[in-house]
């Protein structure tokens, strides 16, 4: 898996949009770029993932740049239960399909 | 999303017993899951790759004899923490790898354990 590099933390208003990047410069083509999350104390929750295109769902929008070595999570209306620790990870998928986590981005949305 | 159920959520043991997490994939069949534990403030460690019908594939330093992992069935998959001691006090997930057509390839978590060895 290539490496994938998230500031520590951030801080975001409530009702603003969240801004998270992810750098992965050594990526290759078919790496996925996947999003999850995780809340205190529960397990991580799946939010998004793409490969070269822009993603857009109910949760969340996965922008990544045409050269694929960054991305951005937008959060688009940040509430207080989107504060979360937020990982970035690069997978190939199929039979190497093995998710390793890093230390990701502790997100704090304020009121 | 899929649902992945995990049992129980926190369990106290003493010293040299030992302790079975089970891990349910409640609406879609899972051949493949994985065994994470995290320690306080830290990231997710994969421990091991569940793999329906075959043994699992344990990641490098995880001893395989203390962290017994069974997938006898698509939906289910256990991890038996055996003589456990309070340095295998931890908070361990599972997860389960959903590859039914449209869910692309999403792993879904369970809620996860605690565990605390006294």
């Known amino acids: 898996d290539a490496k994938t590099t998230q500031p520590p933390s951030m801080d975001c208003a409530e009702g603003r949009a969240a801004n998270l990047p992810c750098n992965h410069s050594?990526?290759?083509?078919?790496?996925?770029v996947y999003w999850y999350r995780q809340i205190h104390s529960q397990g991580p929750q799946y939010i998004i993932h793409?490969?070269?295109n822009n993603e857009t769902n109910e949760m969340a929008s996965l922008i990544i740049t045409e050269d694929r070595k960054s991305s951005t999570l937008i959060l688009p209306h940040a509430t207080l239960r989107d504060t979360a620790v937020y990982y970035c990870?690069?997978?190939?998928?199929?039979?190497?399909?093995?998710?390793?986590f890093g230390k990701g981005t502790l997100l704090t949305v304020n009121p | 999303g899929a649902v992945v159920s995990q049992h129980p959520s926190w369990v106290i043991c003493k010293s040299g017993t030992s302790v079975k997490i089970e891990c349910r994939s409640l609406?879609?069949?899972?051949?493949?899951m994985f065994w994470y534990r995290q320690f306080p403030k830290q990231s997710l460690m994969l421990m091991a790759t569940?793999?329906?019908?075959?043994?699992?594939?344990?990641e490098q330093g995880v001893e395989k004899d203390k962290f017994l992992i069974n997938h006898a069935s698509l939906t289910l998959s256990t991890l038996t923490v055996t003589s456990a001691h309070p340095e295998d006090s931890s908070f361990y997930i599972c997860?389960?790898?959903?590859?039914?057509?449209?869910?692309?390839?999403?792993?879904?978590f369970g809620s996860g354990t605690q565990l605390s060895v006294l």
């Open positions: 997860s389960a790898r959903d590859q039914r057509r449209g869910e692309g390839e999403k792993l879904f």
């Open positions: 050594t990526i290759s083509g078919n790496e996925y």
């Open positions: 793409g490969l070269k």
């Open positions: 990870i690069a997978n190939s998928g199929g039979s190497n399909y093995k998710l390793t």
């Open positions: 609406d879609f069949q899972a051949t493949t």
């Open positions: 569940s793999n329906e019908g075959s043994k699992a594939t344990y």
